[in-house]
C-alpha cells in the first residue's frame, strides 16, 4: 500500500484494508469503505478533526453531496447541516499535492449557488481555509480558524 503524507491535522485510528488489490479507507460518515486516495485521506482526517476537535455532530454531516445548478450535477466533498437539515457549511478536499488556488474558491462557490451555506472551508490536508458568507452585506470574511460548531450560530446539538 503507498504511503500517505502527513498532514497537517490530528491523527486518528485510520482503519484501511485491501479490496480487489485496492486500498481502501473506513469513512465513518457513509459506513462503508472507500478508495484511498490522496484527497480521500484528506477528507477522513477533516471530518475526525471536525467532529474530535471542533465538535462537529458527525450525523448532520455528509461526505459526496450531489447539487444540482444549471441541469449539471456537482458534487460537494462535505456538507455539514443544521438540526432542520438546511445546509450550513460545505468543505470542499484537494489532494496535499494540490494548491489551494483561486479556482478551488471558484469551484466551492459555485456549489454554494445552490447551497447558500454561511461558511466554506477548503483543505488540501496542509492548508485549511474557513470563510463566513454575510449574505446581506453581500460580502465574505476570511476567519483565522474554523470556529467550534457551538460558536457558528448553529443551533446545539
Avoid at 471542533?54 to 455539514?80: Q, S, W
Avoid at 485549511?128 to 460558536?151: G, S, V, W
Amino acid at each position: 500500500m503507498q504511503e500517505m503524507p502527513p498532514l497537517n491535522l490530528p491523527a486518528f485510528e485510520v482503519r484501511v484494508a485491501q479490496r480487489s488489490g485496492k486500498p481502501v479507507i473506513f469513512d465513518f460518515i457513509r459506513r462503508t469503505y472507500v478508495a484511498l486516495t490522496p484527497e480521500e485521506w484528506v477528507r477522513q482526517h477533516f471530518v475526525h478533526y471536525l467532529v474530535g476537535q471542533k465538535r462537529f455532530p458527525a450525523g448532520l454531516m455528509a461526505n459526496e453531496v450531489t447539487a444540482a445548478y444549471n441541469g449539471i450535477k456537482r458534487r460537494c466533498d462535505t456538507v455539514l447541516y443544521r438540526r432542520n437539515l438546511t445546509p450550513f457549511m460545505i468543505v470542499e478536499y484537494k489532494a496535499p499535492s494540490v494548491r489551494i488556488t483561486q479556482a478551488v474558491f471558484e469551484q466551492i462557490t459555485r456549489y454554494n449557488m445552490v447551497l447558500h451555506v454561511d461558511y466554506l472551508v477548503v483543505s488540501n490536508g496542509l492548508q485549511h481555509y474557513c470563510c463566513r458568507i454575510d449574505y446581506k452585506e453581500n460580502r465574505y470574511t476570511f476567519l483565522e480558524d474554523i470556529p467550534m460548531y457551538e460558536e457558528m450560530g448553529a443551533p446545539p446539538v
